[in-house]
């Protein structure tokens, strides 16, 4: 089955204590990307990647790192977790090509006290 | 970049009842795709549609390409349709933008 999986789905953190959320996608696909949703703020992309070793700043990428070593996986990392990252974060991906669907993962909640 | 712009913002249907959701979009777009987030946060996946209309059981979509704007239509709702809708769109890029959603709520 063609699927996009974040783990961990929930997780309550503490302030500064550095943090991953994985993203893998099982469907070969070149284009990956961050967002965040936020309440009046929608969805808002974090951080892009257009193949192994290729990424770049979204929209919002301040307090953010990303890596892409393997095609298949996007790990979103936070180094130093702040409260104004609680949010709703979700991984897509999508193959290369403009006219191509969009795939996303189940979401992580994250909250940071 | 390009903008979208969803309506109605909140709707509230009797169970049965249909509903026609909207999305403008600001410019050409290459890729067109409706969501549905449940109460649980999940976006699924509804349709992938830059041009022309889609069916699929209940629900059917239509964009216009040359008017930028699509329609997503739900007939015969029920209350496992309500959650938030919503229309992303790319316009020569990668990047979705999504619009603030249609919250839709069914009730019995």
């Known amino acids: 089955e063609a699927q996009v999986t974040q783990n961990p789905r929930y997780l309550i953190t503490v302030t500064g204590k550095k943090l991953t959320v994985t993203c893998s996608q099982n469907?070969?696909?070149?284009?990956m990307s961050w967002y965040r949703q936020d309440p009046g703020l929608g969805l808002r992309q974090i951080y892009y990647s257009m193949n192994v070793e290729v990424t770049d700043k979204g929209d919002v990428p301040e307090g953010y790192k990303v890596s892409r070593k393997e095609k298949r996986n996007f790990p979103l990392i936070l180094e130093s977790p702040s409260p104004n990252q609680t949010s709703l974060y979700f991984c897509a991906s999508k193959d290369r090509g403009l006219y191509t669907e969009a795939f996303f993962g189940q979401g992580t909640r994250l909250t940071v006290v | 970049g390009i903008q979208v712009e969803q309506s109605p913002p909140d709707l509230i249907l009797q169970e049965g009842a249909n509903s026609t959701l909207r999305c403008n979009f600001s410019d050409s777009v290459n890729n067109l795709q409706w969501f549905h987030q449940n109460p649980w946060g999940q976006l699924i996946n509804l349709f992938y549609i830059p041009s022309g209309t889609k069916q699929n059981g209940r629900l059917s979509a239509t964009t216009v390409a040359t008017e930028r704007y699509s329609l997503l239509y739900i007939s015969s709702s029920q209350t496992t349709d309500s959650g938030v809708y919503f229309c992303?769109?790319?316009?020569?890029?990668?990047?979705?933008?999504f619009g603030t959603g249609t919250q839709l709520k069914v009730e019995l």
């Open positions: 992303a769109a790319t316009g020569g890029g990668n990047k979705l933008t």
């Open positions: 469907m070969n696909h070149e284009y």
